[in-house]
């Protein structure tokens, strides 16, 4: 896509050659008036491609109560679209501001950063069967009788003679398992950088202007 521009005197004849663009069947996203206040037309026509002086230009001319016609078109339409906006002009008096824009492309290069492969570290669980064998001990409480013969003295006497209970229980080792988990390794991720410098090479594009004079003893510049 290329952008042309024409500069009109009077809103009138800015009107017109719209109507007679539309006519040929551009639509309104293609031509239009082109306006606002001066940082946004600047920044309009910068990305239009046009470089700074020239968005000043048109700018100034804005200020000075011009109207400003754009239209997007291919740019096998360019010369087509120009020449419609200057037919208007003749048929109109008062409207003398014309202009065709001089562009040239500039070549800015930028980086971006892009994947070129990596490594994925996955952590999963491995379970491994382990076994050992411990030792359990278990006590019965069991009971004995044995014969005996033997005097007892006074105080022995009463106090066998005193109602009682002796209890005694028996007790068994039962296993207990703690697990403790220990770190035995690490796997650690890492990046080596590597600068190498890279030449682009393109084209850019400029358009230029031919200006004739018509009539006798005309020129071309």
Do not use: C
Not at 70 to 81: L, P, T
Not at 94 to 118: C, M, Q, T, Y
Not at 159 to 166: D, L, R, S
């Amino acid at each position: 896509m290329t952008t042309v521009i024409n500069a009109y005197a009077d809103q009138k004849i800015a009107d017109l050659a719209i109507a007679a663009l539309r006519k040929e069947g551009l639509n309104d996203e293609q031509v239009r008036i082109l306006g606002g206040d001066r940082k946004a037309l600047l920044s309009e026509l910068s990305e239009h491609g046009f470089k700074d002086s020239d968005a000043r230009a048109y700018a100034e001319a804005v200020d000075q109560g011009q109207t400003l016609v754009i239209a997007s078109i291919s740019e096998e339409q360019a010369d087509w679209a120009l020449s419609i906006m200057d037919r208007i002009l003749p048929d109109h008096a008062g409207s003398s501001a014309g202009s065709v824009p001089i562009v040239e492309e500039e070549l800015s290069v930028s980086k971006a950063r892009s994947a070129n492969g990596g490594v994925r570290v996955t952590s999963r669980v491995v379970e491994t069967p382990v076994e050992e064998t411990v030792t359990l001990t278990t006590e019965t409480v069991g009971v004995k009788r044995r014969a005996a013969n033997r005097v007892l003295n006074d105080a022995e006497a009463d106090a066998v003679f005193e109602e009682k209970t002796v209890e005694m229980m028996g007790t068994q080792e039962e296993v207990e398992v703690h697990k403790e988990a220990r770190v035995v390794g690490e796997v650690e991720l890492t990046k080596e950088v590597e600068a190498r410098q890279k030449t682009i090479k393109d084209t850019v594009r400029k358009t230029e202007v031919e200006v004739e004079e018509v009539g006798a003893g005309a020129t071309r510049k």
